[in-house]
């Protein structure tokens, strides 16, 4: 046998959505792209902002002598102060620049985190709707993840999550604008799960950590300010990247921030640093930190993404499928009308629509449809979704 039982394993449960995209791929050589639409996957449409180009010719035209050489592993000072100021700014808790660490995406961040807390069988709760790839971020560091419900509007359920805690618990992950709902939890919710986190430490003597996952939190839809974590639980890190606000997933560039009110702070950042270094990652690209730090203050033009929600929540809702609106991200995750969400995805893609299950998210009887496509996509879409739910209401 070539490779690990482990990664068979979790080769064979991978992503659906890379698995959907590469059926669309292969449906696009058969039928032509035009007719093939294609809503299964998270790549963001919107190029960068114009500050972008703009700061890349400079960096380019005058980079800074050492700019391409190694660096200290978290990242140019410079960059970790820009982006402790804007952070300051926004969530209005005052972060340090030692209090950043410029990472390989908002995935590093996690990976990062989990191998700075995690022993062997710690568990890391994740609540469904999560995406997929917690669950082998947590197997990577030789922790055990555990699945957290939710309600019927996607906030967590607080007796699922009771049910879960114990003195193995090390860490909950949270996701706000969640992928792939689009709900933001709310500010109740998160004193809620602190209040929870609190009494499980004080009952067994433990510490455990909120990780908040933050790719989308610039991209969100409603007036209310973002609710932070900061305030309702010390032991909190952020990890977070510019692949969805700045239009640069590519480019592989975000960053983790731990509160400054957090005790173990000093030993957690120590930690992250050493393991950013040995798994591999060493530092987040120079050329990219560069860049960002000239950019924490713009972003892609977020009424896009609205106008594109507001076309597919319209039209599907119109059709008779349920779903709630989006408060961010660029996801809708509408229910099946039909019970096996895998079944009714099949019977989109036989109508040339691609989708994700529920199920690759943690909740069946939903899917999820990207909506940060072409607007030909979203249009083109339309038919085969209200052909598919016809088809399924007539199955009963």
């Not at 660096?71 to 209005?92: D, Y």
Request: hydrophobic fraction near 40%; charged fraction near 20%; aromatic fraction near 10%.
């Amino acid at each position: 046998m070539a490779i690990s039982k482990l990664a068979r394993e979790q080769m064979k449960a991978s992503s659906w959505i890379r698995r959907m995209f590469e059926e669309g791929m292969q449906l696009k050589a058969i039928h032509g792209a035009e007719n093939v639409f294609d809503l299964s996957l998270g790549n963001p449409l919107l190029e960068p902002p114009p500050e972008f180009n703009q700061a890349l010719a400079e960096i380019a035209n005058e980079a800074p002598s050492g700019t391409h050489r190694y660096m200290p592993n978290p990242g140019f000072i410079e960059t970790r102060a820009a982006v402790a100021e804007a952070l300051s700014h926004e969530s209005g808790t005052q972060f340090e620049p030692t209090d950043i660490i410029m990472t390989v995406g908002a995935a590093g961040a996690i990976n990062v985190a989990l191998r700075a807390l995690l022993d062997p069988g710690d568990e890391v709760i994740i609540i469904a709707p999560y995406f997929a790839e917690y669950i082998f971020y947590v197997q990577h560091a030789n922790g055990v993840y555990r699945e957290a419900k939710s309600t019927p509007d996607f906030m967590p359920d607080f007796d699922s999550l009771a049910s879960l805690m114990n003195e193995r618990t090390r860490a909950v992950i949270i996701n706000s604008p969640n992928n792939p709902s689009g709900v933001i939890y709310p500010a109740e919710a998160i004193a809620e799960l602190a209040q929870l986190i609190q009494t499980t430490e004080a009952e067994h003597g433990t510490e455990i950590y909120i990780i908040t996952d933050e790719p989308y939190r610039k991209l969100i839809y409603t007036d209310d300010a973002y609710p932070f974590v900061f305030e309702h639980h010390p032991r909190t890190i952020v990890a977070t990247s510019h692949s969805k606000d700045l239009g640069l997933a590519g480019e592989r560039i975000g960053y983790l921030a731990v509160n400054p009110d957090d005790p173990g702070k000093a030993d957690l950042i120590d930690a992250s640093v050493f393991m950013l270094r040995t798994l591999g990652f060493v530092n987040a690209p120079a050329i990219m930190q560069r860049v960002v730090a000239k950019l924490q203050h713009a972003s892609v033009d977020i009424s896009e993404y609205r106008r594109k929600r507001d076309i597919i929540h319209s039209a599907l809702t119109d059709i008779g499928y349920h779903s709630n609106l989006p408060d961010g991200g660029f996801y809708l995750f509408p229910k099946s009308p039909i019970p096996d969400d895998t079944a009714f995805v099949d019977l989109l893609k036989s109508k040339l629509v691609l989708v994700v299950p529920g199920v690759g998210f943690g909740m069946d009887g939903y899917f999820r449809a990207s909506y940060c496509v072409e607007d030909e996509v979203l249009h083109g879409s339309i038919e085969g979704f209200a052909e598919a739910f016809k088809e399924a209401n007539a199955r009963g």
